[in-house]
Nanobody, 120 residues
Framework: QVQLVESGGGLVQPGGSLRLSCAASGSFFAIKIMGWYRQAPGKERELVATASRSGSTTYADSVKGRFTISRDSAKNTVYLQMNSLAPEDTAIYYC??????????????WGRGTQVTVSS
């Protein structure tokens, strides 16, 4: 079982910054990819950013240059630094972790989500 605990969401004014954190705990062999997705009201969940175990990262075009994903593999924690936030960034942000269990099977777990609201 893999548990994910997210933190860092909240209300921020346009142009402001927030930092999200997601810590994974439990019993697993390895975490391969950690990432963030978001879902705005009335829209489908979409990729924000991912970070692989090797250090490679991917970003949605809409957040490139504003958001930075980082990962502390020793702590099984992923961060999302969000700068220059805009109202269109308002959404529930979900942490996602994919890896391999001790039994050899793959897992793909989601956090409960943390609300980010950008408003003046």
């Amino acid at each position: 079982q893999v548990q994910l605990v997210e933190s860092g969401g909240g209300l921020v004014q346009p142009g402001g910054s927030l930092r999200l954190s997601c810590a994974a705990s439990g019993s697993f062999f390895a975490i391969k990819i950690m990432g963030w997705y978001r879902q705005a009201p009335g829209k489908e969940r979409e990729l924000v950013a991912t970070a692989s175990r090797s250090g490679s990262t991917t970003y949605a075009d809409s957040v490139k240059g504003r958001f930075t994903i980082s990962r502390d593999s020793a702590k099984n924690t992923v961060y999302l630094q969000m700068n220059s936030l805009a109202p269109e960034d308002t959404a529930i942000y979900y942490c996602n972790v994919r890896g391999v269990s001790y039994a050899g099977g793959a897992f793909d777990n989601w956090g409960r989500g943390t609300q980010v609201t950008v408003s003046s």
